[in-house]
């Protein structure tokens, strides 16, 4: 059995003081085991202040699970010296070929984070790997502690915040990103002033200096947290302008939804089916439906009217001089009242009040287009894990896909 300790010394790559002892096949029960030891004489270092000390004693023998060899699961046995410290008193030392507390090896922990990061669910990770879900639920939550304790206090220039629904019942997590790295960089229960107060809080002061702009959505909590803790705030808000044409669509929608009522009543179909074609732009419109759609947006319709105001407010997000965004916003706005469409007259009174904010988008065109695209990432993440029930696990979840940290051990 020589020849199977040396290649297992070598896969493990170990090193002197530990050695395999023994390589053991079963085949019945699809298993290799390999057993450690040290020598008598070998010294190791208190894992807290790194003095060395002789072997004191041994915890009970434990057991790791290693990469397969062929389709047999390999597992690594070895029972852990611990050593008596001046300072610390008796700690069991680090092995070289496991993290502290892991149940699987170096190796196999980082591929098991291969496997979660690729399935995206823990059930299909523990499918592949037959491992349980306790087991795979560790490695992520190892990871995710492990990432977060490397991260480096890197200033973020530019962030945009974002909610995101846990749970039916207007149960909602308050996102932070990191717009230029595309990560997720905090995220905190609720959406109230005090959710976004926490990651304020945990920002040294220079790193709150360091914050140029900040995307998000009107929500006035989130507004009034970053007018309180950002140094010349009320300059780096930047209202969302997919947020805002969000609002338009919806105006647009009820228009459609009024005038199809009215029309149905005196027996014409003309908007039946046509919901989703009012909220497209004008160069999405699919083009089995262009001919159609040409012919209803040069009609008197209402919905039409609504749709080309929706279609033009687009223009203002095109212009990097503010005093040229504002003289544009005055001629829609004049169009919007023109035409009394209460809806649509809505959205442009919300966007009338906020204005300043919504054309700092001139000096800072950021948007949540990035928030937009991990909320995707986070639906799909909870869509295939069936739903969290714990939010603390949802929040782990979030991190390890979203988070852009350094998971391997």
């Known amino acids: 059995m020589g020849s199977n300790n040396d290649l297992y010394q070598q896969i493990l790559s170990l090193s002197s003081p530990w050695k395999v002892v023994d390589v053991r096949l079963e085949v019945e029960g699809q298993a290799v085991h390999i057993s450690l030891e040290h020598g008598s004489a070998s010294r190791f270092r208190c894992p807290k202040c790194d003095r060395e000390y002789g072997c004191y004693d041994h915890a009970p023998g434990r057991t790791w699970r290693h990469l397969n060899t062929c389709q047999f699961q390999t597992l690594v046995h070895a029972s852990v010296p611990r050593v008596r410290c001046e300072e610390h008193g008796v700690v069991q030392v680090q092995v070289p070929w496991a993290e502290p507390h892991g149940r699987f090896t170096i190796l196999m922990e980082r591929f098991v984070i291969d496997v979660l990061l690729a399935c995206q669910t823990v059930k299909g990770a523990c499918q592949l790997l037959n491992i349980s879900w306790d087991q795979a639920w560790h490695v992520m939550d190892r990871a995710v502690k492990r990432g977060m304790l490397r991260k480096e206090a890197i200033p973020s220039r530019l962030l945009g915040v974002d909610e995101k629904a846990f749970r039916k019942g207007h149960r909602y997590l308050t996102i932070v990103n990191d717009i230029?790295?595309?990560?997720?960089?905090?995220?905190?229960?609720?959406?109230?002033?005090?959710?976004?107060?926490?990651?304020?809080?945990?920002?040294?002061?220079?790193?709150?200096?360091?914050?140029?702009?900040?995307?998000?959505?009107?929500?006035?909590?989130?507004?009034?947290?970053?007018?309180?803790?950002?140094?010349?705030?009320?300059?780096?808000?930047?209202?969302?302008?997919?947020?805002?044409?969000?609002?338009?669509?919806?105006?647009?929608?009820?228009?459609?939804?009024?005038?199809?009522?009215?029309?149905?009543?005196?027996?014409?179909?003309?908007?039946?089916?046509?919901?989703?074609?009012?909220?497209?732009?004008?160069?999405?419109?699919?083009?089995?439906?262009?001919?159609?759609?040409?012919?209803?947006?040069?009609?008197?319709?209402?919905?039409?009217?609504?749709?080309?105001?929706?279609?033009?407010?687009?223009?203002?997000?095109?212009?990097?001089?503010?005093?040229?965004?504002?003289?544009?916003?005055?001629?829609?706005?004049k169009w919007v009242d023109r035409y009394q469409l209460e809806p649509i007259k809505r959205v442009c009174a919300m966007i009338h009040q906020r204005l300043d904010n919504v054309l700092t988008y001139c000096k800072h065109p950021i948007t949540n287009g990035v928030a937009e695209g991990l909320n995707s990432k986070i639906m799909s993440i909870k869509r295939r894990a069936g739903g969290f029930r714990n939010v603390e696990n949802f929040k782990t979840a979030i991190y390890f896909h979203c988070g852009g940290l350094s998971l391997y051990p």
């Not at 989130?222 to 105006?251: C, S």
């Not at 009012?278 to 039409?304: C, D, M, V």
């Not at 687009?314 to 005055?330: E, I, M, N, P, T």
């Open 180 to 333: 230029e790295r595309g990560t997720v960089e905090f995220i905190s229960e609720n959406r109230e002033k005090a959710s976004l107060d926490e990651f304020f809080e945990g920002r040294t002061p220079e790193q709150l200096r360091a914050i140029e702009a900040i995307a998000m959505d009107m929500w006035e909590p989130y507004v009034q947290a970053t007018l309180e803790w950002l140094p010349l705030g009320k300059d780096k808000i930047v209202f969302d302008r997919f947020h805002i044409m969000k609002k338009m669509n919806e105006g647009v929608d009820k228009v459609r939804k009024k005038e199809h009522w009215a029309l149905m009543a005196l027996g014409s179909n003309t908007l039946s089916k046509t919901k989703y074609l009012w909220l497209y732009g004008e160069e999405n419109i699919p083009e089995h439906r262009q001919e159609e759609f040409t012919a209803l947006k040069e009609s008197t319709l209402k919905t039409a009217r609504a749709w080309s105001i929706k279609e033009t407010l687009r223009g203002l997000w095109r212009y990097k001089s503010v005093h040229w965004a504002k003289r544009f916003f005055a001629s829609w706005k």
